[in-house]
T-cell receptor, first 113, second 112 residues
Framework: SQKIEQNSEALNIQEGKTATLTCNYT??????LQWYRQDPGRGPVFLLLIRENEKEKRKERLKVTFDTTLKQSLFHITASQPADSATYLCALVSSGGYNKLIFGAGTRLAVHP | GAGVSQSPSNKVTEKGKDVELRCDPISGHTALYWYRQSLGQGLEFLIYFQGNSAPDKSGLPSDRFSAERTGGSVSTLTIQRTQQEDSAVYLC??????????FGPGTRLTVL
């Protein structure tokens, strides 16, 4: 079955540094991948979508890479700020023929001043 | 405009009771999804609606779970004879086509 793995341990970094989060998947070749941010007590909020034919996507301080050979996506936040502290979820589109997403468990990021 | 709304925000019920959770998607969004999120876990897909039809119910955990959507808008997720393992946050999302999903704030269900 399709499986997504994100680092379950929290990532603690210093303000101003670059945070890098990893998403690995197995048993599937998704057409695209999405990253969401989730704050405590709230629903996820969409950040970026990257397609299988795109190697890299950027949006402001965010950068996502998609390596279909390694079956891995990396999510980078440059010049991180305490406000970036949240849980970040990776999601792959399933093979169901519609926009059904399979989510990873998420990685919690804590940016310290 | 208004985002996805869900009600109630919190629901505490006794084991064995039935509960109904409501989702109001963004106007014009034809696709609607229900997910469940247990403490510290990722989102678990439950059901997908396209219009009023549910082509994929594969994520519903048991026949105690059902959902409907009317008028291509509001959706209700019903859990009959609730069990303690049903305790979780139930999230609803809507979207147009193959794009981002917009999530509601969720309903936190606690079964005592």
């Amino acid at each position: 079955s399709q499986k997504i793995e994100q680092n379950s341990e929290a990532l603690n970094i210093q303000e101003g540094k670059t945070a890098t989060l990893t998403c690995n998947y197995t048993n599937y070749s998704p057409a695209y991948l999405q990253w969401y941010r989730q704050d405590p007590g709230r629903g996820p909020v969409f950040l970026l979508l990257i397609r299988e034919n795109e190697k890299e996507k950027r949006k402001e301080r965010l950068k996502v890479t998609f390596d279909t050979t390694l079956k891995q996506s990396l999510f980078h936040i440059t010049a991180s700020q305490p406000a970036d502290s949240a849980t970040y979820l990776c999601a792959l589109v399933s093979s169901g023929g519609y926009n059904k997403l399979i989510f990873g468990a998420g990685t919690r990021l804590a940016v310290h001043p | 405009g208004a985002g996805v709304s869900q009600s109630p925000s919190n629901k505490v019920t006794e084991k064995g009771k039935d509960v109904e959770l409501r989702c109001d998607p963004i106007s014009g969004h034809t696709a609607l999804y229900w997910y469940r999120q247990s403490l510290g876990q990722g989102l678990e897909f439950l059901i997908y609606f396209q219009g009023n039809s549910a082509p994929d119910k594969s994520g519903l955990p048991s026949d105690r779970f059902s959902a409907e959507r009317t008028g291509g808008s509001v959706s209700t997720l019903t859990i009959q004879r609730t069990q303690q393992e049903d305790s979780a946050v139930y999230l609803c999302a809507s979207s147009v086509s193959w794009n981002e999903q917009f999530f509601g704030p969720g309903t936190r269900l606690t079964v005592l």
